[in-house]
């Protein structure tokens, strides 16, 4: 049977792996954005049926999109904003400094 490690360890070893950690900052955005869309969605008590309607897509492209599964261009995410009442707001912020 195997070593078990921790997944610390795991962790560490995955994101020393060449673009790991571009991939993951990616992956993060997406979450992040889908997730806000969300929650304004919820608090509006809105169905992912009717906020398609509202932004002209389908429900099952509003749930990849809240999923995290996809990444929209901006002209998706204005429409995405403006239907359940949110203003987008993009902006470029300078990368850490590497430690």
Known sequence: ???RRAWADK????M???????????ARI????????RLR???LGLTQAELAERTGLKQPAVARFEAGGTMPTIP???RLAEAPEMRLSVQFQPLREAS
């Open 11 to 14: 962790k560490a070893e995955i």
């Open 16 to 26: 020393s792996r060449p673009g790991a950690g571009a991939a993951y900052e990616a």
């Open 76 to 78: 998706m995410l204005e």
């Open 41 to 43: 969605r919820e608090q």
């Open 30 to 37: 997406r979450f992040e954005l889908g997730e806000a869309v």
């Open 1 to 3: 049977m195997g070593e």
